[in-house]
């Protein structure tokens, strides 16, 4: 087959994890791809100089920014927005990409640049538990998956392959029936990233607190060791090598080390001696300077390059649909010189099977501009994010904040319970980077104490006394499926290029508001417990500012942007089956969070990696049938 | 008014308004681009008088540590004083801020807020594998000199 002649077998669209993963493993069984990536074609870069140069354009940029946002080292270019906090205000609003409609703000952003969101995603990568995927059956909340977690497991082993997962499975025990929910004798790739003093400090107080009161009931709060996608030392006794397709029996196949190798951690993309060990550059969210950090370039670098062809600056706008058959015959794509200027040129992408990987809202979109996959009006519905409510305060002794990784230990207390009858379930990390999140310190904190007139010496010991202090968590609430929570299009708002912006609708349900209040009798009985001054403060100017039973809270979004092309029984409830393949069409695929029919308390990227895995499975039998 | 070279003054002022050393303030390299971001963006007349009284006060026989402080308190930190010229100042050394603007990708990593807090500016200095899950090494450096605030 020729690469040059449009004659792909697959199109993925898309340079994130979830195109990444498809992309390596289809290329690495043979299959021609072709890609097409919104971001800038420096961001690509695959030689090693190119490579460095700009990852330290990212660095220097980040360092430069007066907001250290999400999004603050990857440029934000005109003709392919990217989605940023910075950018959420009060609505309805049309700042930014997004068309905030209302009542509230949806609170998170992703990033459009080659690798995607997990160039600044934090990387923590708890699975979900097995209540998570029968929400309906169980607690007769939201629905249900068609799969079930016993079919996860060999998938997330894939996934924590991919990504590189570092922790210890014997931490991790969860407020479950099940005594683990990993395969017998099962390890992470590497061991645990050492845990925080701060971590330490309030594990000790933690574990001899006396239990807390939720309504009427009783539960005890405690620390268990986060997992993540970081390099630590590599675990002797995982014995995983790869994962490989098949073609006998038509499966991805888990590959193993005849001896006990080990794990090797994957380093940077310039340089595999850089980033083998997280080195504690404490800025993980947006940008680890060595890349100890797993990002989607690092898959990306493992496929077969005489089997992939990249093209950057290529906006996907619109899928093309045979009308008689109902097969996608084509994307469209717009590829623009400057990224600031409203020059482009139009070109369509033709292959056998069509995979978007553009991220839950940008997918989304792109469906509903293409009137394709919508016979059960699904498409766009069921945006989902953590709704997180955070919490501070200042411990009688010092934590010394603002070092390591952002989290490494949770609470996992509430991540399951017969109380998600009645509201979100949470998870609760400690958080290594004190106030940083909700209030910018320790910058506030310095210009606070100077406005009041404090200087010398006073003030180096007040910044030193209070800041070493700051302890900060943040609740991590379930939300629940909702059609009105929603991604439409409307041609009055498009980009610099034509492109529609999405539109969105979005609202806390009455099962959010209960844990918002639930989370405010628990903080304050932690705290307390803890001897941790409560110095939390909700501003009813602020975008995302709710109120329950009297009430304010104001919430902040995760990054983790869920369900707006959900999976599902049937062509009349969802809009991919558990392939992930379209209903309406049989060679389309859609990958990514979007596809999550409910999100459960932990950080999507893992679940939908492991679902991208299984995805890649069903393409290859599909193009091998 | 004689001009004066505000140059060799602008470590001491550095020195007593951010509680830092001037060796440590030296150290971070910044100096010269904090002296000249200050001569840049404040009003020559500000600057001029800030320095000029600054010197009297510094060098005058008859005060002690007592009353300087005071008169830097009343006369020197509030906004109104010399166009905020010590308030901006503690807040580049303290942040590598002027205003809102980052000075430069060095200014960002010489923060002294960082040392202050006992860390690091996120995503520069990294202490190494694992240090964060100890005490920071100036803290258990304080503790073997047993300085007062060692814990
Ligand atoms: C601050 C933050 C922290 C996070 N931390 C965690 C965490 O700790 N754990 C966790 O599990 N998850 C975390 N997440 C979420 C995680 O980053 C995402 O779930 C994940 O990166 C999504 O991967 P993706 O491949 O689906 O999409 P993305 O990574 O967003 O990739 C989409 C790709 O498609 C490209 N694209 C978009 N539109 C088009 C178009 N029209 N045409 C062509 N290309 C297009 C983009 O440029 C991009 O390369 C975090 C997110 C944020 C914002
Ligand atoms: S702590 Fe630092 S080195 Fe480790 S992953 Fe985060 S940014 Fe990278």
Known sequence: MENNNNNYDVVIVGSGIAGSIVAKLLTNAGKKVLMLEAGLAAGIAMDQEANYKNYQDYLSTFYNASAKVPNSPYPNIKDAPSIDVLDIKKTPSTEGYLVQMGPIAFASDCTRAPGGTTLHWLGTTLRMLPNDFKMKSKYGVAVDWPIKYEDMNRYYEMAENEIGVSGNVKDQNYP????????????????????????????????????????????????????????????????????????????????????????????????????????????????????????????????????????????????????????????????????????????????????????????????????????????????????????????????????????????????????????????????????????????????????????????????????????????????????????????????????????????????????????????????????????????????????????????????????????????????????????????????????????????????????TFKAAEAILKQLEQ | MEPISTSKLFLEASAVFTGFSKTELKATGMLQSYHNTILKNTNKEDIDYFFIDLNQLLTDPKQDAKSIKHILTTQFMPISAYGSLAQNMIILWYTGNWGNDVISSASYIQGLMWDTIHAHPPGAKQPGYGSWSDLPLSVKQSTVKSSPNGK
């Open chain 1, 176 to 611: 479950i029936e099940q005594k683990s929910v990993f395969n017998k004798d099962y390890v992470y790739p590497m061991k645990v990233i050492p845990i925080s003093y701060l971590d330490k400090v309030m594990t000790d107080i933690i574990d001899k607190n006396s239990k807390i009161i939720l309504n009427d009931k009783a539960y005890k709060l405690y620390c268990i060791s986060t997992p993540q996608g970081r390099n630590s030392i590599p675990n002797y006794d995982y014995d995983i090598n790869g994962v490989a397709w098949n073609p006998g029996t038509k499966k991805l196949d888990i590959t193993r080390n005849r001896f006990k190798e080990g794990y090797n951690p994957v380093g940077s993309n310039w340089d595999p001696y850089t980033g083998q060990r997280c080195e504690g550059n404490a800025s993980c969210v947006p940008i680890c300077p060595v890349q100890a950090k797993y990002n989607a370039l690092k898959t990306l670098r493992k496929c077969d390059m005489g089997n992939l062809s990249v093209k950057t600056q290529a906006v996907a706008s619109k899928l093309l649909i045979n009308e008689t058959s109902n097969w996608i015959n084509g994307v469209e794509y717009k590829t623009y010189i400057k990224g600031s200027s409203p020059e482009y040129e139009t070109h369509t992408a033709k292959a056998t099977i069509y995979v978007m990987a553009a991220s839950a809202i940008e997918n989304a979109k792109l469906l509903l501009a293409s009137g394709a996959a919508n016979s059960s009006d699904q498409v766009g519905r069921n945006l989902m994010d953590h709704m997180t409510v955070l919490r501070w305060g200042l411990a009688k002794e010092p934590l010394y904040p603002y070092r390591g990784p952002g989290s490494t230990t949770n609470i996992p207390t509430f991540r399951d319970g017969e109380f998600r009858k009645d509201h979100a379930a949470w998870i609760l990390p400690l958080d290594n980077w004190g106030w940083a999140w909700p209030t910018f310190s320790p910058g506030s904190d310095v210009t606070t104490a100077v406005s009041e007139g404090i200087f010398g010496k006073e003030l180096r010991d007040r910044i030193e006394n209070r800041v070493t202090r700051q302890f900060f968590t943040h609740f991590e609430c379930e939300q629940t499926p909702d059609p009105n929570n929603r991604v439409t299009i409307n041609p009055e708002y498009k980009d610099n290029i034509g492109n529609y912006r999405p539109v969105i609708h979005y609202n806390a349900t009455e099962y959010m508001l209960k844990a918002f209040e639930a989370s405010g009798v628990v903080s304050e009985q932690f705290f307390d417990q803890c001897g941790i001054e409560d110095f939390t403060e909700y501003n009813p100017q602020d975008p995302d500012y709710v109120t329950y039973k009297g009430k304010g809270y104001s919430f902040a979004g995760a990054g983790h942007i869920v369900g707006t092309h959900r999976m599902g029984f049937n062509k009349q409830d969802s809009v991919v089956d558990s392939d992930m393949r379209t209903w309406d069409h049989e060679n389309l695929f859609l990958v990514g969070c979007g596809n999550m029919p409910t999100l459960g308390t932990s950080n999507p990227t893992l679940t939908m990696s492991a679902l």
